[in-house]
């Protein structure tokens, strides 16, 4: 199995592929975009230089308590 360098991973487990938008909005406002994962509703910050990548991560370990034992 290969992993994709464009494809953002989540603490939880969740994996998304940044879109073109996305990277248009962070040309526009300081290569910096905050994205909330829609598990465990962790804000990603997205960072683009000449690739994107994830500059710092805040989980919430209340939500993420209850996707561990939902």
């Known amino acids: 199995m290969t992993r994709d ?6 603490s939880c487990g969740y994996s998304f592929i940044p ?3 996305q990277r248009i909005r962070m040309l ?4 910096e975009l905050i994205v909330r994962c829609p ?6 910050t ?5 690739f994107v990548y994830v500059k710092e991560r805040k989980v919430n370990q209340k ?5 561990k034992n939902g």
Request: hydrophobic share 30%; charged share 30%; aromatic share 10%.
């Open 5 to 10: 360098p464009r494809r953002e991973y989540c």
């Open 19 to 21: 879109s073109t938008f």
């Open 28 to 31: 526009l406002h300081d290569n």
């Open 39 to 44: 598990r465990c509703q962790a804000e990603l």
């Open 46 to 50: 997205l960072r683009l230089s000449q």
């Open 63 to 67: 939500r993420m308590e209850l996707w």
